[in-house]
C-alpha cells in the first residue's frame, strides 16, 4: 500500500489463489525450482614420509551437502491450512441454557465465519495469521572442511589433531515482518514525548475526535471526552488520555513501545460510524495510510519464510588412544569450539548484524577421558601368580573402568528489558567485571546458606535511572498517590565500591555504582550476546566387572556401575535464567528491585547411582 487517502478498496488487499500441477495456475509455484545445486566432496590421505616411516599421517576432506526446501519441517502447515480454512466457535451458553442441547445443535452449527478459504480478508480483520514464501528461496547447503594430522607415538600409542569446520549458508529461517513498527515512522519520538511529559501533536491529530478513556480505562469516564475537545476546562489530548488510559500507561513507563504500537494497530474506540472496528481509531483521522504500523494490516502475524540464517562452527579436536597393554588402554580427548550465527529472536528484523553471535549451546571447551585396568590378580599376574582351580577362577579377570567428563558451561547472556522487538541486552555504563561469575555456595539468605551465580557481596539490583524520566503528570510514574508504588518496574545492576567512587550513591546502606541498566526505547544495549559461561559440567563415573570362564565358549559377567562416584550435586538454574532461542540462557536484569536476588540459585540436584547387570556370552 502506499500512503495516502484510505479506503478499504479490495483491489488492494492480499489476494490468495491456488498454485501448482493441477490448479488453476499450473505455471506457478509457492518458491523456485532450483536446479543448478551442485555438491562434490573431495578428499586425500598423505603419509609424510618423514619424523619416521609410516608414523604420520595428514588426510583432509571438503564436501557440499545440500537441503531441499521439501524438507523443511514447518513448510507443510503454512501450505495447508491458509486464512479460513479453520474456524474456531465455542458456545458458552447463558443463564437459561447453560449446556449445549443437541436437539439445538442445528441453531448454532454451522457457526458464522467471517473470513472464508482463500478468500480475501477485510483490513479490518487483523486477527488472522498468514505464511508467505521468498520469491527467491533456494535450497540451503553446508560447507564441511576437515584437516587431521594423525601421530603413532609408539606402537600402542597414538595422537591425532583434527580441525573440523561447519559452514551453513543460506539456512531456513522465518520471522515475523508484521511486526509494529515505531522505529521508522516517527512514533518512537511521539511515545518518547508523552512519556517525559509533553504533547504529541501528530497523536493530536491521530486520535482527533476518539476517546481513550471510555468506560473505566480512566478511572472515571465523565472527565474525558473525544480529543481536541474541552472537558470541565481540560482540553483532551492524546498525551494526557495515553498517560491516563490502563491501555498505555505501564507499557509507556517501562518504554514497551512496540506493545503501544500493536495496540494502536487494532484500536477499538469510540469512532463515529467506526466503532467496534479493529483499527478504526487508526483510520478516523484518514490522515493516516492503513500500514502506518503494521506492513499488511489485513493480517495479524504475517510470517515470512527465506534463506536468512547461516552458521560457521569451528573447532579444534586432539585425541590420543593407548591400546591394550598389560591390562591397560584408555583414551582421553579435548574439544576447543565456536559456533556463530544469529540468535533467536531478532533484535530488529531489518538490522540483523548485531544478533550474529555464538549460538547453539556452545560449551568453548570439552574434556572427555575413559580408561579400563584389568587387576593384576590371579594366574599370570602380579599378584597370586600362581594360583589355580577354584581360586584361580574367583580372582581372575576383575576389570575396572573410569570414566571422566569436564566441559565449560554453555554461553548465557544478561537480558535486559526489550526495547526494539526481543534479544534485550543492558547497556554497559561502567565495566562489569565477567570475571566474577560462577557457582559459588555458601551465601547467607537469612538464616540459612544458597548458592549464587553472582557474589551477592559485591552485585545488587536496583531501580534503573531510566525510571526517573516518566513524568508524573496524570501520574504515569504511579508516584502521585496515597500509597506511591512506581510503574515503571526497570531495574539496574549495580556492584558495591568504595565510597568516593564516581558515580556511586547509596542504596539500602551499601554505596554501589551501576554497571548495567536498560538502554532506551528503541535502543540496542550494548553488552552483547552471550558474554558468559554458564555453569560448567563434570562428571565421574566408574564400573567393576568380574568375568567367569564357564567352559571354552562360553562366559558370564557381573558388573556394577556407579554413576557420580563423588555425589557431585550439580547447581540448578539461577533465579532469572531463561531459554533465550538455540537454547542459550540469560540472566535478567529487567525484573523488579523487590525480586529475587540476581543469580540466586535455588536448588542443586544430583545423586550418586548404583546399578547392576548380569551378562551371559556364548
Known amino acids: ?167 551453513a549458508v543460506k539456512q531456513f529461517r522465518n520471522f515475523n515482518i508484521n511486526v509494529p513498527n515505531f522505529l521508522y515512522n516517527g512514533l518512537i519520538d511521539e511515545f518518547n514525548s508523552i512519556r517525559t511529559g509533553d504533547e504529541s501533536a501528530t497523536l493530536n491529530q491521530m486520535f482527533q475526535g476518539v476517546n481513550l478513556c471510555t468506560g473505566i480505562l480512566c478511572g472515571s469516564a465523565a472527565n474525558y471526552g473525544p480529543i481536541g475537545t474541552t472537558v470541565s476546562g481540560v482540553l483532551q489530548t492524546a498525551a494526557l488520555q495515553m498517560r491516563s488510559s490502563s491501555q498505555f500507561n505501564s507499557n509507556l513507563a517501562n518504554g514497551n513501545y512496540q506493545a503501544i504500537a500493536s495496540t494502536i494497530n487494532t484500536l477499538n474506540a469510540s469512532v463515529p460510524a467506526a466503532a467496534g472496528i479493529l483499527g478504526a481509531a487508526l483510520r478516523s483521522s484518514r490522515k493516516f495510510p492503513e500500514n502506518f504500523i503494521v506492513t499488511n494490516p489485513q493480517f495479524a502475524n504475517v510470517t515470512y519464510y527465506t534463506n536468512l540464517d547461516h552458521n560457521n562452527y569451528h573447532s579444534l579436536q586432539t585425541e590420543f588412544t593407548f591400546r591394550p597393554t598389560h591390562g591397560f588402554a584408555g583414551q582421553a580427548t579435548y574439544t576447543w569450539s565456536k559456533n556463530l550465527g544469529l540468535a533467536g529472536t531478532l533484535t530488529n528484523p531489518v538490522d540483523r548484524a548485531g544478533d550474529y553471535t555464538i549460538v547453539g549451546g556452545n560449551r568453548q571447551h570439552a574434556l572427555r577421558t575413559n580408561g579400563t585396568i584389568e587387576l593384576p590378580i590371579g594366574p599370570n599376574k602380579l599378584l597370586f601368580a600362581n594360583s589355580s582351580g577354584v581360586l584361580a577362577r574367583a580372582i581372575e579377570r576383575w576389570q575396572l573402568g573410569l570414566i571422566y567428563n569436564l566441559s565449560s558451561g554453555q554461553y548465557v547472556s544478561i537480558a535486559a528489558n526489550d526495547m526494539v522487538y526481543g534479544n534485550g541486552v543492558p547497556d554497559i555504563v561502567h565495566p562489569f567485571p565477567l570475571d566474577n561469575a560462577g557457582v559459588r555456595w555458601g551465601a547467607a539468605a537469612g538464616s540459612f546458606l544458597e548458592g549464587r551465580y553472582l557474589d551477592p557481596n559485591k552485585f545488587v539490583k536496583v531501580p534503573d535511572p531510566q525510571c526517573n524520566l516518566v513524568t508524573g503528570l496524570q501520574n504515569l510514574n504511579g508516584l502521585n498517590q496515597a500509597v506511591p508504588q ?55 563415573d566408574a ?15 557381573f558388573r556394577l556401575d556407579a554413576l557420580n562416584v563423588l555425589n557431585h550435586p550439580f547447581p540448578g538454574s539461577p533465579n532469572g535464567l531463561i531459554a533465550q532461542g538455540f537454547n542459550n540462557p540469560s540472566l535478567t536484569i529487567a525484573n523488579t528491585a523487590a525480586s529475587t536476588p540476581f543469580g540466586q540459585i535455588p536448588s542443586k540436584t544430583g545423586g550418586r547411582q548404583f546399578q547392576g547387570s548380569l551378562r551371559f556370552t556364548f
Open 1 to 167: 500500500m502506499k500512503p495516502g487517502p484510505v479506503t478499504p478498496d479490495a483491489n488492494l488487499l492480499t489476494q490468495l489463489q491456488f498454485v501448482g500441477p493441477g490448479s488453476p495456475n499450473p505455471g506457478k509455484t509457492v518458491y523456485p525450482n532450483d536446479w543448478n545445486n551442485f555438491g562434490p566432496a573431495v578428499g586425500f590421505a598423505w603419509q609424510v614420509p618423514w619424523f619416521g616411516e609410516n608414523k604420520t599421517t595428514v588426510r583432509g576432506g571438503y564436501q557440499i551437502t545440500f537441503q531441499t526446501p521439501a524438507k523443511f519441517g514447518t513448510l507443510e502447515a503454512p501450505l495447508a491450512f491458509p486464512p479460513g480454512f479453520t474456524y474456531q466457535a465455542a458456545y458458552s451458553g447463558d443463564t437459561a441454557n447453560p449446556y449445549l442441547d443437541l436437539t439445538m445443535l442445528s441453531r448454532v452449527v454451522p457457526a458464522p465465519t467471517q473470513t472464508l478459504p482463500m478468500q480475501p480478508l477485510k483490513l479490518t480483520d487483523r486477527n488472522q495469521a498468514i505464511s508467505v514464501f521468498d520469491p527467491n528461496l533456494v535450497s540451503p547447503y553446508v560447507q564441511n572442511l576437515t584437516l587431521s594430522v594423525t601421530r603413532s607415538v609408539r606402537r600402542n600409542m597414538t595422537m591425532d589433531v583434527r580441525y573440523v569446520g561447519t559452514l
Open 486 to 540: 512506581a510503574r515503571c518496574t526497570l531495574t539496574a545492576l549495580a556492584m558495591v565500591v568504595p565510597s568516593g567512587t564516581t558515580d556511586s550513591f547509596n542504596y539500602n546502606g551499601q554505596n554501589v555504582q551501576i554497571v548495567l541498566q536498560n538502554p532506551l526505547p528503541g535502543k540496542r544495549g550494548t553488552l552483547g550476546q552471550n558474554v558468559l559461561n554458564g555453569i560448567p559440567l563434570w562428571r565421574f
Open 543 to 557: 564400573n567393576l566387572s568380574k568375568t567367569f570362564r564357564v567352559g571354552e565358549s562360553k562366559a558370564l559377567q
